[in-house]
């Protein structure tokens, strides 16, 4: 299986920065892709950016040009950096990691798999 953790989250005023890291842990191996989505409150998770099989990135339009999602395969860890933040950007922000297993009877699936969250709240 994979674990992830993210880390970096924080209360911080409005205008400032912050980078969130996912750290990957287990069979790592098995990951395909990788991204960032959010949960703001009373709302649906939504998609944050992702970086997909052949390295392109993808990003929620609303947020191109302040956000940049990078990896670092070597750490086996993955990046959002956040500029300008805003007090809309106050969310509860999760990696997710598409994986392919196989099980004992050589059966192939792929799975999403979630890491606990990270809290970033921005004040006005």
């Known amino acids: 299986q994979v674990q992830l953790v993210e880390s970096g989250g924080g209360f911080l005023q409005a205008g400032g920065s912050l980078r969130l890291s996912c750290l990957a842990s287990?069979?790592?191996?098995?990951?395909?892709?990788m991204g960032w989505y959010r949960q703001a409150p009373g709302k649906e998770r939504e998609l944050v950016a992702e970086?997909?099989?052949?390295?392109?990135?993808n990003y929620a339009d609303s947020l191109k040009g302040r956000f940049t999602i990078s990896r670092d395969n070597a750490k086996n860890t993955l990046y959002l950096q956040m500029n300008s933040l805003k007090p809309e950007d106050t969310a509860v922000y999760y990696c997710?990691?598409?994986?392919?297993?196989?099980?004992?009877?050589?059966?192939?699936?792929?799975?999403?798999?979630w890491g606990q969250g990270a809290q970033v709240t921005v004040s006005s």
């Open positions: 997710k990691a598409l994986c392919a297993f196989t099980d004992s009877t050589s059966y192939y699936y792929t799975a999403n798999l």
């Open positions: 287990g069979d790592t191996m098995a990951i395909l892709e």
């Open positions: 970086i997909i099989g052949d390295g392109k990135t």
